[in-house]
């Protein structure tokens, strides 16, 4: 997958969106920007079913990994996550 590294919060949410989409396919994801590169994540995935909570927030980070790595990466922080299955 090809970062596209966008300024503002509003480019980056729907960027985040699409990469957890597409890592964990049927999801619903909600991301909330908090603040200069600090997100909120939901998402709800029938994949998470009968995974332990670890799991399916490892899902989730491998997915914005790339948003976060970097000398001046547009997240520096997921100051909250929520997972759980439908």
Do not use: C, N, W
């Amino acid at each position: 997958m090809a970062l596209k590294i966008i300024g503002a919060d509003d480019g980056v949410v729907e960027e985040m969106r699409r990469a957890i989409r597409e890592a964990i396919p049927d999801s619903e994801v909600e991301v909330r920007p908090g603040g200069a590169g600090h997100f909120e994540i939901s998402v709800v995935a029938e994949a998470f079913r009968g995974q332990p909570r670890i799991r399916q927030h490892q899902s989730v980070y491998a997915a914005v990994a790339p948003f976060m790595a970097g000398d001046a990466p547009p997240v520096h922080a997921i100051d909250r996550l929520e997972t759980r299955t439908p």
